[in-house]
């Protein structure tokens, strides 16, 4: 009797084998990858979403190539899925790096895309959410990019770039983005893409970012603006800090090399009125002067310090302002500084917070650390 | 067949990681969000005295595990009901971890490969190791061990990269009474629940000391969970971190050392996996061994398979959805008082009372 | 035994009748010779030497037997019977019985020994003249060291123990023979140091060897089936060795050794999982080096067995955790591949292993072509016909070439890649994780006689790890392993370090 039993066993066990093969399974190379989507308005539903996938040109020597697919529908999953029936394969989202929103859209608000994003167990949250500076976000995907056939990959490698190099814009994660919009005293800011022309071709191009309030998109604000919002950010790394010097009626423009920065943002309350002061100290090199003037005495070196200190402070007082002014969103983060520093107070002024911030008093000191000044020990005097 | 024993060492490395087992996906309520690792401590310091107790029951009864120092206290009758509220504990237990294993694979990646296949072959490895013995528990145990406090190490220190200490302030803002909130959530599960060891250590080898394997059990335990909680906090902050049901998951997806080495996330999953069998594992051997004290079988054994089959019976349609599924932490609280506080604080009582009436004291009698 | 024959009473004091009696049982057996002959001085004196051409030493029954009978002048006395004169005064031979017994005779003449009869006795004398053609002693070839002693065993029992002893000379190493197998009277000895060996090992061996009723016994592993614990397991409980200094290091550590004749193979037990990975190399070489390559060997052990698994998991299950790189090369790779990963997977497996296969049965100088086609041609043709692609190929290839490493697990690491292959195919890596868990619940259920198979791997301290992932240092290696259950722990009586520090 037990031998009979055993072989009945065999049965479920070579069906599990055979029934269940294929429930997940799926062939790399039947996957279309999806490296980045661009959400726009549509014309006939409410989203347009165009993907980058990551295709293989057939031949011998098989290459990769973008190619781009778009649908319709009313919800970004539907357009999602709508394309499916273009390009006849499912996409797989697992590797998206880039997800880049028009403005219309990120207009009407951006929380629907945000909820897809950290909903989806397919989608990493570390995926990076841009902005379109053109018209439309397909725009962006479709102009070329240099250095890499995956437009989305190139996107990717130059956050990495400014973060080494320009400190113009910065990477926002989509966990970064739900804690920005969904944190107290802070608003999101996301990074810019655009296109421009190089060699007469449309190329994409990073740097700027947007500022929103609450998941609505407000206003834009350029690379050199960003800028000063990431020193108040504490998120400066290195970069290319521009000066103006007067001196002596001869303006001169000094580059100097952002070798490292750190930010201190301390909430005061100041008769009875909330306000911020703001601490920077930056350590720089000299790598550029447009002048033959040298600042290699004492005194010359005490002033270029204190002009560019008060260069810095007065170009971060005029983000500050600008923001305050025109659009009234915390992007700095100022509240969550009150918040975690004064946590009493800040439940008190934490409802009218936006008021508050507008009228908020930012008191900016900068301090800028001259280090070297390259290998030269004094710049070229142009002689007759 | 000769007793089976398991070492000192094997039954701490045991609660070890029935103690991170679902914990370590699921993660600690976040009832005080940014102050989340602070009612982990409160919930260690809290517990420490409950498991001492629990420790104090094994202890008075060497050899003799829950159902039998039951037995022995509350006589036939009354000591048969009882146990029956354990066994219903520990099986009850065994079906909310398989669920929640079932329920995590199918969310991350096996989407659509049914549950109850992912839950027969978790509840059949469970009952191929308990079949051995005891024995092959804890030696399994203590060899995953290793791999699982390797990678647990390796996480955290990679997390470390990416961490905002700013997530961590303010403390305390909103008091602290989420706090304490949190760490009675903490306690009831997943520390409590070693009540189930009751029925476990009473095989260890004679001369182990069972207060040490609660006591350092509890320490290392807790303290794995108090380093995944501060590093969920660090790199992922609120209130992203609300959003998710499987924050240690994503913030180990978000680990990023250089191009190449990234997407850990398997390791998290990987992890849960060999803590869950062992969860899985222990909650059978509790279940079996414990109906089997009731209907007098020799042999527990025999009722691993039926008890195995009844457990994936029920994880299947114990919740209709997962919401269902976290909706039930928070009843859990309530519904664990009984069988974590109350009945052991009654057995030990009695037990204490029924060794110093008989002055002989029980262990000579045996 | 010999049913009919071994009454007492067909046993005569007739030469002539029992001559005719082992002509009749040896009938149709022409190699059995009967040689007569006669004492020169007394030609009453009738003598018959039987003995089995081929195994015998022609030397030893001319020299010593029929010579000395032929030649010397015996003189009868009444006291003593004939057959003690020969035994005691005439015949030249270190080993001599006298029997009665049919079956004993039966058996010397099968063993090559010579039986003497002369006519006039019911007794028969038995003489050593065993000698029958054996392989010189010659380095094993599946079991290679590059260093250390090269000999490995012959097919001679005699010799094969002659090797063990000229190891260890010390009178508790004990030899206990016996004899297994109806047809085939295989002796077997059981090798151990007494005071060093578990004697409820021993003792338990003695009661598994005592239920074999095999009629022949031609090989260790004919044995090794039956007294191996887990019977349906994988894994061998039950070392086997071809290669004394093995054997003897095996007995140092408190095992036992059972060395068969007829077989150039010993059986070493208990046997642990972690001695698949010790080689004999390892105590030759400097530790430092036997400590990488054994780290080596166990991560080549997971990694034959679950590599293809985890690439198949990696590339159909879970995409999400390769990086991008080498997502779009492997895709890329795949683009014209017909195939489903899996079949990939067992059809290159499947190839693989009959290219190995074949390795071991072709002659060796078709081999260095068999490879060229098997692995060159072969290969690149079918990834240039997007047969198969190249990853996968490699990750088999790779495999392979792994599962080299341990000819005694070959077998079992190829049923363990299939089963893992399948459970990755059915969830992934979760499935890997799966079968992974099933195969180390089975490692930790198992038990070599009493021993934990899977000791000392699961207590993981380091006083028992010193011979096992690592190979520490001699001096440093002060007890013997605790879990074979040895009686006397420690192996050096005061630690050597200490001699260390004295000869520096």
Same mark, same amino acid.
């Given at each position: ?384 | ?109 096996? &989407? ?5 296949? !992912?839950?027969?072959? $978790? =509840?059949? /490895?469970?009952?191929?190791? %308990? +079949?051995? #013995? *005891? ?123 250089? &191009? ?5 996330? !398997?390791?998290?999953? $990987? =992890?849960? /996996?060999?803590?869950?069998? %062992? +969860?899985? #594992? *222990? ?84 | ?504």
């Amino acid at each position: 009797m037990r031998k009979n039993y055993a072989k009945f066993l065999f049965l479920p066990l070579i069906m599990i084998f055979l029934i269940s093969g294929c429930w997940n399974y799926r062939e790399i190379e039947g996957l279309a990858i999806v490296a980045g989507i661009a959400v726009d308005r549509g014309i006939h539903h409410k989203y347009l979403a165009t993907m980058e996938i990551i295709g293989f040109k057939p031949g011998q020597e098989s290459e990769i190539e973008s190619k781009l697919v778009s649908g319709e529908g009313d919800s970004i999953l539907e357009a999602i899925r709508n394309s499916y029936n273009i390009s006849g394969q499912m996409g797989y989202f697992n590797h998206t790096r880039a997800l880049i929103i028009s403005q219309d859209v990120a207009k009407m608000g951006i929380l629907p895309i945000t909820d897809l994003l950290f909903r989806s167990p397919l989608i990493r949250v570390s995926l990076a959410i841009l902005i379109s500076k053109e018209k439309t976000a397909g725009e962006v995907l479709a102009a070329r990019s240099l250095n890499q056939p995956i437009k989305s990959f190139q996107i990717c490698e130059a956050f990495a770039v400014q973060q080494k190099a320009l400190s113009k814009t910065a990477e926002i994660k989509v966990f970064e983005a739900v804690n920005a919009m969904g944190g107290e005293g802070t608003d999101l800011f996301l990074p810019t893409v655009g296109v421009i022309s190089n060699q007469g071709q449309p190329t994409m191009e990073l740097s700027g970012m947007a500022v929103f309030q609450q998941d609505k998109l407000v206003g834009l604000l350029d690379g050199e603006e960003s800028k000063y919002v990431l020193f108040i950010r504490n998120k400066v790394q290195e970069g290319i800090l521009l000066e103006n010097m007067d001196r002596e009626a001869n303006a001169t423009l000094i580059s100097f090399k952002i070798l490292k920065n750190q930010t201190w943002i301390k909430p005061v309350l100041a008769k009875g009125k909330p306000g911020v002061k703001i601490a920077v100290k930056t350590t720089v090199d000299i790598w550029e002067l447009d002048s033959p003037l040298n600042y290699d005495s004492e005194q010359d070196r005490k002033m270029l310090k204190s002009q560019a200190e008060k260069e810095l402070q007065a170009n971060i007082l005029r983000i500050v302002r600008k923001v305050q002014q025109n659009y009234g969103t915390d992007i700095f983060g100022f509240g969550s500084q009150f918040r975690s520093q004064m946590p009493e107070l800040w439940k008190e002024i934490k409802p009218e917070w936006r008021d508050y911030f507008t009228q908020l008093k930012v008191a900016v000191k900068a301090e800028v650390e001259i280090q070297k000044s390259g290998m030269a020990i004094k710049s070229l005097k142009v002689e007759d | 067949m000769p007793k089976e024993f398991i070492t000192e060492r094997q039954g701490l490395n045991m609660m070890v990681l029935f103690i991170i087992g679902s914990t370590l996906v699921v993660g600690v309520t976040d009832a005080a969000k940014q102050d989340s690792w602070l009612s982990v401590i409160l919930a260690i310091i809290m517990a420490l005295p409950m498991l001492m107790l629990y420790a104090r029951i094994v202890h008075l009864f060497p050899g003799q595990d829950i159902f039998m120092v039951i037995h022995r206290v509350f006589g036939r009758i009354v000591g048969k009901v009882l146990s029956l509220f354990f066994v219903w504990y520990a099986f009850h237990l065994g079906v909310l971890v398989i669920r929640n294993f079932s329920e995590f694979l199918s969310e991350i990646s096996l &989407t659509e490969t049914p549950q109850y296949l !992912i839950q027969l072959v $978790v =509840v059949i /490895l469970g009952v191929w190791m %308990v +079949k051995g #013995s *005891i024995e092959v528990l804890g030696r399994w145990t203590s060899f995953v061990f290793n791999i699982v406090l390797v990678i647990i190490i390796g996480i955290c220190l990679m997390a470390f990269t990416e961490t905002n200490f700013a997530n961590f302030t303010p403390m305390l803002y909103g008091g602290f009474r989420p706090v304490i909130d949190g760490a009675y959530s903490i306690f009831s599960f997943p520390l409590a629940e070693t009540i189930i060891f009751t029925a476990v250590l009473s095989f260890l080898k004679p001369g182990a000391n069972s207060y040490k394997v609660y006591n350092r059990g509890l320490w290392i335990g807790g303290g794995i969970l108090l380093a995944i909680t501060l590093g969920n906090i660090g790199v992922l902050g609120y209130p992203f971190l609300s959003t998710q049901y499987y924050p240690s998951y994503i913030t180990v997806s978000l680990i990023d050392l250089g &191009t190449f080495f990234r997407r850990f996330e !398997i390791l998290v999953a $990987v =992890v849960f /996996l060999l803590c869950g069998l %062992v +969860k899985v #594992s *222990i909650c059978l051997f509790c279940t079996a061994n414990g109906l089997a004290k009731i209907f007098n079988t020799h042999d527990y054994r025999v009722l691993l398979a039926p008890v195995a089959l009844l457990n994936v019976s029920l994880a299947l349609f114990i919740y209709p959805s997962m919401q269902a599924m976290f909706e039930w932490v928070n009843v859990y609280r309530y519904y664990a008082i009984p069988f974590q506080i109350l009945l052991p604080l009654l057995i030990w009582i009695c037990a204490e009372a029924k060794l110093r009436l008989s002055k002989t004291g029980a262990i000579e009698k045996d | 035994m010999y049913k009919g024959f071994s009454e007492e009473n067909n046993w005569t004091e007739s030469l002539q009748q029992n001559e005719a009696l082992l002509r009749e049982l040896f009938k149709n057996d022409d190699t059995i010779i009967y040689r007569h002959f006669e004492n020169q001085f007394n030609s009453d004196l009738k003598f018959a030497a039987i003995f089995s051409s081929g195994i015998v030493n022609n030397e030893i029954i001319n020299e010593n037997i029929i010579l000395p009978i032929v030649a010397n002048n015996i003189r009868l006395t009444d006291k003593v019977k004939l057959i003690d004169v020969l035994k005691n005064q005439i015949i030249i031979s270190n080993d001599i019985t006298k029997t009665r017994e049919l079956d004993n005779i039966i058996q010397a003449i099968l063993n090559g020994n010579t039986v003497l009869l002369h006519d006039g006795a019911s007794e028969a004398l038995i003489i050593n003249s065993k000698d029958w053609p054996t392989r010189v002693i010659s380095e094993p070839e599946n079991e290679k060291g590059s260093l250390g002693p090269r000999e490995g065993f012959t097919e001679s029992l005699l010799i094969n123990l002659a090797m063990v002893k000229r190891k260890l000379k010390t009178h508790e190493l004990k030899f206990k023979f016996r004899v297994l197998g109806s047809r085939s009277q295989t002796k077997i000895c059981i090798c151990y140091i007494e005071g060093l060996a578990n004697e409820a090992i021993l003792a338990e061996l003695e009661t598994r060897l005592d239920k074999i009723h095999l009629d022949g016994i031609l090989d260790a592993n004919y044995i090794v089936e039956f007294i191996k614990d887990a019977p349906l397991s994988l894994f061998k409980t039950v070392g086997n060795t071809e290669r004394p200094d093995v054997v003897a290091g095996k007995l140092l550590e408190g095992r036992i050794a059972l060395i068969l004749d007829g077989t150039p193979v010993a059986i070493t037990l208990p046997y642990l999982f972690v001695e698949y990975f010790q080689t004999n190399d390892d105590y030759y070489n400097s530790f430092f080096i036997a400590s990488i390559t054994r780290i080596i060997r166990l991560f080549s052990f997971i990694l034959t067995i679950s590599a293809p698994a985890v690439f198949l998991a990696l590339t159909a299950f879970h995409q999400e955790i390769i990086p991008e790189p080498l997502l779009l090369s492997i895709s890329l790779s795949r683009q014209r591949v017909p195939f489903p990963t899996i079949i990939e997977a067992l059809i290159l497996g499947l190839v693989f292993e009959s290219m190995r296969e074949a390795g071991v049965r072709a002659s060796s100088n078709i081999g260095t072509s068999l490879s060229i086609v098997g692995a060159l041609i072969l290969g690149q043709a079918a990834v240039d016909a997007h047969f198969f692609s190249a990853p996968m190929l490699i990750i088999v290839g790779f495999t392979v070439v792994a599962g080299l490493m341990f000819p005694k697990l070959s077998g079992a690491s190829m049923i363990l890649r299939l089963i893992l292959l399948f459970f990755a195919a059915l969830m992934g890596i979760y499935g890997y994780i799966f079968a992974l868990s099933g195969l180390f619940i089975h490692l930790f259920q198992i038990r070599s006689f009493g021993v934990p198979y899977m000791s000392p791997l699961n207590s993981l301290n380091f006083q028992d790890l010193k011979d096992t992932i690592i190979r520490a240092p001699w001096w440093y290696m002060e007890y013997r392993p605790k879990f074979i259950g040895a009686l006397n722990r420690i192996r050096q009586s005061n630690g050597d370090r200490k001699l260390e520090k004295k000869l520096r």
